[in-house]
């Protein structure tokens, strides 16, 4: 088919639009938006930042320490989880992959219990505090979480209720038939969800452009009706202003968005792996000159609302904060091993219950050989 | 009080409960403007709405993940997958998730929805129609699986399973859909759960089923009356979790049994229930427990199914072996 084909008329075309405030170099490409022009705010914003990557930075050194199990830090994506967290009100729900603690510690988690999550404590996803405790739990399996929000979002709009749903996945995720299928039915019943894609450039070894033939995942939308967007992940401006513009048009009844955040993964998938077995340390050095907090930092510097002592002062309480973080974790008690058998259902059936005395009676056991 | 068949005790089960509570919502495919390919929820959409009564893309794997997102809102979704064979793609929604978020969040956030399907074959269906797939479910932590064998049970078990908390594959005995009818009263009351019910009394044997073989297996009953020989008939109904004491009583009664299912054999559940009987209910024994069961090759078309399919004969020949290891 072609322009001056005489039997073919063009039925559709896309565009994608990829929304940047803030370059690289922290200088302003595009008239801010008025959030952004509250000092208070920005600082708020680079605060999550800063604080989440001393949490990560703690972590990985557990980890590397052998007090955590597999962790997946989420170090140079800390603008995306920090835009999710903030642009969300309490009442939406949120159902993440397992690299947002920038939003989740906005939304309530503790510090210390994505730390048990890592350390294999089911105790970790048990979250009490609000807004958090209606949020959905880590998710390892890949895209499965994404099609839940359908149902939930369905919930919500069943009930009347002016509350959105955000689900986030990574790039490798796109590829799973879960997320098409959550993608091609949202607007089938115009649902408040939004599904925002962390696009960190890998999945595990794969490249983002070995994933996928789709130029773009934003576009991945139009194949449900939704007219998926890009946005520099890496400014927490443009992706908080790109999500609250989309989850508030979700929340008046305009339906589903999906948005595309380009931000870069600078460390390895998880502490069980080695990404300079696949890329190359060239490729990492020029995306750290993309950091999201860089960029925020010089901003802030350039209009004189930072300075020297500030940041030595946050990095301080910062580092304190993860420290603290990580005694309360190291301080929580094990439990025994026949709590694996609480909440398997509501109630355990009479019949299970000599399983449950078993492992009681026989209490904690560490691996024999 | 109505003479109802299998699959219309199914659709006023679903109307009553829809009726009794806002939250019930069903969806799957075909079952809104027409009423489900099978008929289980003709008359829905009139009487509860689009909103309350969904017709889902094609799409089961979505089918399962939006019945389990609703359900963590307190919506409780009715799922209907079409034909069991069509259950494996929500396998993974399933076992990965529906079982699992109330454990995962320590009870923060539950599944309590049902999944319905038709399950088994004999009804000429194409490939894919005519699966029995309980044990993938049975063997799933975290899952209730139950399959009932008559109207009036279909009303009250979907009752129990639609009010039940946590997650339940219900699945339905398609070739009994329509063969027999039976008195079902609308009382809004259920079934118990995790309970066998025995459905005739007698001393010489104890035959235990579910399901549309539980049809073949009263036949079979009446059948070896004829003989003599007094069969006691346990529907099992639950698989998971399975009532064992029931199973055993009776067993400790007769001292014989035979274990009849459309399953493949290997890992059937009939093979959990005879290592139960072995391990709990041995000395009770005068013979070893038999199984009936399909065959361990892949479910025929529809040209072969009723060699596949257990029928009388097989089951009353199962019984004869029983009887002559351990003669009354």
């Given at each position: ?365 560490a691996r024999e050989h | 009080m109505a003479d109802l068949a299998l ?315 029983v009887f002559a290891v351990a003669p009354k």
């Amino acid at each position: 088919m072609s322009h001056s084909d005489p039997a073919a008329s063009r039925i559709a075309s896309f565009e994608v639009f990829f929304t940047q405030f803030l370059d690289p170099d922290g200088l302003v490409r595009a008239p801010l938006p008025p959030f952004a022009r509250d000092a208070e705010t920005l600082k708020q914003l680079y605060r999550a930042m800063i604080e989440t990557r001393a949490f990560d930075k703690k972590t990985v050194a557990l980890q590397r320490t052998g007090q955590l199990g597999t962790y997946a830090s989420c170090l140079g994506q800390e603008a995306v989880g920090t835009a999710i967290g903030t642009a969300l009100r309490p009442e939406d729900i949120y159902i993440p992959a397992y690299r947002e603690y920038a939003a989740q510690f906005l939304r309530g988690v503790a510090m210390h219990e994505i730390l048990l999550y890592w350390a294999g404590d089911e105790r970790g996803s048990a979250w009490a505090a609000e807004p958090a405790h209606h949020d959905f739990p880590l998710s390892v399996p890949i895209a499965t979480h994404m099609p839940h929000a359908i149902g939930v979002a369905y919930a919500l709009k069943l009930r009347r209720e002016p509350r959105v749903v955000l689900a986030s996945c990574g790039d490798g995720a796109t590829s799973k038939g879960d997320f098409y299928e959550a993608i091609s039915s949202a607007r089938v019943w115009n649902l408040p969800v939004v599904f925002v894609v962390s696009n960190n450039q890998w999945a595990i070894s794969m490249p983002r452009e070995r994933q996928t033939g789709a130029e773009t995942l934003a576009q991945k939308g139009i194949a449900g009706g939704i007219n998926g967007e890009q946005v520099d992940g890496n400014d927490v401006i443009a992706t908080r202003f790109v999500l609250e513009r989309a989850i508030e048009r979700a929340r008046s009844g305009h339906g589903p968005a999906l948005i595309e955040a380009i931000t870069y993964r600078l460390h390895d998938h998880t502490t069980a792996d080695d990404a300079r077995r696949y890329r190359s340390e060239e490729e990492v050095r020029t995306a750290w000159e993309r950091c999201p907090i860089r960029r925020l930092k010089r901003y802030l510097e350039s209009q004189e609302l930072w300075n020297a002592n500030d940041e030595e002062a946050l990095l301080r309480s910062a580092g304190d904060k993860a420290e603290a973080a990580a005694r309360t974790f190291l301080a929580v008690e094990p439990r025994t091993p026949e709590t694996m058998f609480d909440h398997l259902y509501a109630q355990l059936p009479a019949s299970m219950q000599w399983q449950r005395e078993e492992v009681r009676r026989a209490g904690p056991h560490a691996r024999e050989h | 009080m109505a003479d109802l068949a299998l699959i219309e005790a199914v659709n006023l089960a679903l109307h009553s409960e829809m009726q009794r509570d806002a939250n019930v919502v069903v969806l799957g495919e075909d079952i809104g403007r027409n009423g489900g390919v099978f008929r289980a929820t003709v008359g829905l959409l009139d009487a509860f709405g689009a909103d309350r009564v969904i017709d889902t893309p094609l799409a089961e794997n979505l089918i399962a993940a939006m019945s389990i997102g609703l359900a963590t809102q307190g919506i409780r979704a009715v799922a209907e997958i079409q034909f069991s064979g069509f259950l494996y793609p929500c396998v993974d929604q399933i076992v990965s998730h529906a079982s699992r978020y109330r454990h995962r969040t320590q009870g923060r956030l539950s599944c309590p929805l049902v999944i319905r399907s038709p399950n088994g074959g004999g009804i000429h269906a194409p490939e894919h129609h005519s699966e029995s797939l309980e044990t993938v479910f049975a063997h799933t932590p975290g899952l209730r699986v139950v399959s009932p064998s008559t109207p009036a049970r279909a009303y009250g078990l979907l009752l129990a399973a639609i009010r039940d908390p946590d997650p339940v594959i219900f699945l339905e005995p398609t070739r009994i859909y329509r063969l027999f009818k039976q008195a079902v009263v609308d009382d809004g009351e259920a079934l118990p759960l995790d309970t066998a019910f025995v459905d005739r009394e007698g001393s010489d044997i104890t035959l235990i089923s579910w399901g549309a073989m539980m049809h073949d297996t009263r036949l079979a009953a009446d059948r070896l009356a004829e003989e003599g020989i007094a069969a006691e008939l346990v529907d099992i109904a639950t698989l998971k979790p399975l009532d064992l004491d029931t199973i055993l009583t009776s067993v400790a009664k007769t001292g014989r049994c035979v274990i009849v299912q459309e399953s493949p054999r290997a890992g059937g559940w009939a093979s959990e229930i005879a290592a139960n009987l072995a391990e709990h209910g041995l000395m009770s024994l005068f013979a070893p427990p038999l199984r009936v069961s399909g065959y361990d090759c892949i479910m025929p078309l529809a040209r072969h199914e009723h060699s596949y399919i257990p029928g009388v004969e097989r089951i009353v020949a199962e019984v004869r072996k029983v009887f002559a290891v351990a003669p009354k």
